[in-house]
């Protein structure tokens, strides 16, 4: 599985931001799908996760009511909706997939990770 992430980009605090992530080289609906972020000198930490078919969701405490996890398996694209951004969401975002049915907020439960995408939130 490639993964291609997108839509990253410099914000004020209190704005939003839309990331993409598409998906190549197996059926992407065999996947669970998550995002996590790494802020600098910060370790990799969890952001939201989603079932192979969308009916289960995840977040962090941290993003919980202001991030929004989708997918559209028709377009093999997942999407990460956030709102009410503050600068401490400052990070490389990434998305990553797995071969079960749910991975959840662990690292380790996850196959394959994209590049990342830069979102810089700004005071």
């Known amino acids: 599985v490639q993964l291609q992430a997108s839509g990253g980009g410099l914000v004020q605090a209190g704005g939003s931001l839309r990331l993409s992530c598409a998906a190549s080289?197996?059926?992407?609906?065999?996947?669970?799908m998550g995002w996590f972020r790494q802020a600098p000198g910060k370790e990799r930490e969890f952001v939201a996760a989603i079932s192979r078919k969308g009916g289960i969701t995840d977040y962090a405490d941290s993003v919980k009511g202001r991030f929004t996890i989708s997918r559209d398996n028709a377009k093999s694209t997942v999407h990460l909706q956030m709102n009410s951004l503050k600068p401490e969401d400052t990070a490389v975002y990434y998305c990553a997939a797995a071969d079960s049915t749910f991975a959840g907020r662990s690292l380790t439960s996850y196959d394959y990770w994209g590049q990342g995408t830069q979102v810089t939130v700004s005071s």
């Open positions: 080289g197996r059926t992407f609906s065999s996947n669970a």
